[in-house]
Structures are given as structure tokens and as C-alpha cells.
Nanobody, 117 residues
Framework: QLQLVESGGDLVQPGGSLKLSCAASGIIFSAHTMGWFRQAPGKQREWVASIIHNRSKNYADSVKGRFIISRDDSKKTVYLQMSSLKPEDTAVYYC???????????WGQGTQVTVSS
């Protein structure tokens, strides 16, 4: 059974940087696409970035050029390096795994990122 534990969220000023981590268990990590999602207050959860097992990366337009997704298969961990943070990046950030075309219907507790002066 997939288990996900996100960490690294914090309060940061606009323009600042933050690195999130997500440790996964219960799956063959290296065989899965991993992704980051976020949910802002009053809004639906949205996809942010994903990294395929062959290291191909994709980003939402809103974060392209500011966020970098990476993975360490030996640690079964996916990362999200966030830079030039904006107040609109404020959200709870979640990671998830995908095998084929479907994301798992299993979410961790998320990690809160707040961008504010």
C-alpha cells in the first residue's frame, strides 16, 4: 500500500526559496512517475510538476522556470526545489505516484507552504 510523507514546508518571504521532500513506501519507486500537487485555501488540488522514471520532467505553466522537481530512487524520495516564491504559491503541497496513466488515490498529510511578508 502506497504511503507518502511530505516535509519541508515553512513560512517564507516573497522571492525566497524552499525545498520540499516526499518519502514514499509500499511501491516499486523507480518504476513510478512521481509528482507534486498543491491545494490553496478554497481551491481544488492542482498538479504542479512530475518526473518520469527516466528523469523526464514536466511543470505547470505557473511554476515553470521557478520550481525544479528531482528524485533519488535509492532513497525513494522526490523533491521540489522552489525559488522566486510568490504569495500565490501558498498552499498545502502533496506528492503522489503514478503507474501508467492514473495517479494513486492515496495522499499523505501534505506540507504547508506559506509565502508572505
Amino acid at each position: 500500500q502506497l504511503q507518502l510523507v511530505e516535509s519541508g514546508g515553512d513560512l517564507v518571504q516573497p522571492g525566497g526559496s524552499l525545498k520540499l521532500s516526499c518519502a514514499a513506501s509500499g511501491i516499486i519507486f523507480s518504476a513510478h512517475t512521481m509528482g507534486w500537487f498543491r491545494q490553496a485555501p478554497g481551491k481544488q488540488r492542482e498538479w504542479v510538476a512530475s518526473i518520469i522514471h527516466n528523469r523526464s520532467k514536466n511543470y505547470a505553466d505557473s511554476v515553470k522556470g521557478r520550481f525544479i522537481i528531482s528524485r533519488d530512487d535509492s532513497k525513494k524520495t522526490v523533491y521540489l526545489q522552489m525559488s522566486s516564491l510568490k504569495p500565490e504559491d501558498t498552499a498545502v503541497y502533496y506528492c503522489n505516484a503514478r503507474y501508467g496513466n492514473t495517479w494513486y488515490n492515496s495522499w499523505g498529510q501534505g506540507t504547508q507552504v506559506t509565502v508572505s511578508s
